[in-house]
């Protein structure tokens, strides 16, 4: 692919599998791309250069944004850019084939098109979680009963999750124990050998819950008020968060305190209203987007701490967002559990462009 080409567009393109439901919400296009093979040994490379330029087309049909960056040198501008990006990501596309004309490819490509913003998603990446010890807080002024209400609501995520089809719950935390680098030596840490510790690798998604469970009065009466927030930290950094606030009235101390037991499991069931609802929809959420990572350098190699355990696949390809304005791709030569080596679609591009850079992934279906 012409390097002045993948200077210019990218997106954060998404090869994703369409539900029904949003279809209505994407468009079919057709793109054609070319790149030009260095011999008869680069051809395949090559075949893969003209995809990613295809793929890179079919975001550009999907709308344009203009992304301007001046610099300015003592008062004086020396140089104003305007970069297009796409602004729609690839849904689902499928091949409708090559040609070659002496060294140079031309793929051609049908693809499903829908907004960036857009809700659309469909076949979605794995994510390897490791879910934090919850975080309960409970005010001595509520009533008994609620006192396990955050370690219910807990567990019952717990169960959740764990059914996800697009979820593997790596590690459940309890009570003490802390997340550790798998670099790190713990045999003679005291904490370690007493409480545990758990290994976490930089492609693990992190879950945190906070419950906290309190008294308190509005407009003249006393009610219990639950709130929940669960929080998804990615290996990059990344955080998504969902909250939730409910609160039901409490009967008058006193003898006629007793009555709340017969009424305890409609209040128990208000005060959770929409704790699935926010559950599902962070979940949802987090698999919908395409796997994402850091990319560190090591010598003349690249990778990424991602492999299958988070959905990727031989074929697919990288793309990332170069500070200095340039957009690149690469692609993976090795893939292995929790590990990807990468290198640039075009190999005139510096391994330095990458290092530690965020690299986001389009599995392109071969």
């Known amino acids: 692919m012409p390097r002045a080409r993948l200077s210019l567009i990218l997106a954060t393109l998404v090869a994703l599998a369409l539900p029904l439901s949003a279809q ?13 093979a260095n011999g008869s040994k680069d051809k395949p490379g090559a075949r893969r250069r003209a995809l990613a330029d295809a793929l890179i087309s079919a975001g550009m049909a999907g709308g344009v944004q203009m992304k301007g960056h001046t610099v300015v040198d003592k008062g004086r501008v020396v140089r104003d850019l305007t970069m297009m990006r796409a602004a729609g990501r ?3 596309y499928d091949r409708l084939g090559e040609v070659w004309s002496g060294s140079t490819i031309q793929v051609r490509l049908r693809a499903l098109v829908a907004p960036l913003e857009g809700p659309a998603c469909g076949t979605r990446r794995n994510i390897v979680l ?10 001595a002024s509520a009533p008994a009963w609620a006192s396990q209400l955050g370690a219910e609501l807990y567990n019952d995520a717990m169960a959740r999750v764990s059914r ?34 758990i290994h976490t690798h930089p492609g693990d998604t992190q879950l ?6 309190d008294t308190e009065v509005i407009k003249g009466r006393e009610h219990l008020v639950l709130r929940a927030r669960l929080q998804l930290i ?32 409609k209040l128990k069931a208000s005060l959770e209203e929409g704790f699935t609802e926010i559950l599902e929809g962070l979940m949802d959420l987090a698999t919908c987007t395409p796997v994402a990572a850091h990319v560190a350098r090591s010598g003349k190699t690249l990778s990424v701490p991602v492999g299958r355990a988070q959905g990727l696949s031989r074929s697919a390809l990288a793309f990332t967002e170069n500070p200095a304005s340039d957009f690149e791709a690469l692609e993976i030569v090795k893939l292995q559990g929790n590990r990807a080596t990468l290198r640039p679609v075009d190999p005139a591009t510096p391994l330095s462009v990458f290092d530690g850079r965020i690299v986001r992934f389009v599995d392109s279906g071969s």
């Open 130 to 139: 490791v879910a934090m010890a919850p975080d309960i807080r409970t005010s």
């Open 208 to 213: 945190i819950t906070y419950f906290d469970v």
């Open 24 to 36: 209505a919400q994407a468009v079919w296009v057709e793109v054609i791309g070319h790149a030009v």
């Open 164 to 197: 996800h089809d697009a979820v593997t719950v790596k590690h459940v935390m309890g009570m003490g124990q802390t997340p550790v680098s798998p670099k790190k030596i713990t045999s003679f840490d005291y904490n370690a050998l007493t409480r545990g510790h």
């Open 234 to 265: 990615e290996g990059t950094g990344q955080r998504t968060e969902r909250e939730l606030s409910n609160a039901v009235k409490l009967p008058g101390r006193g003898p006629m305190t007793n009555a709340i037991s017969k009424r305890r499991h």
């Open 90 to 92: 690839v849904l689902r």
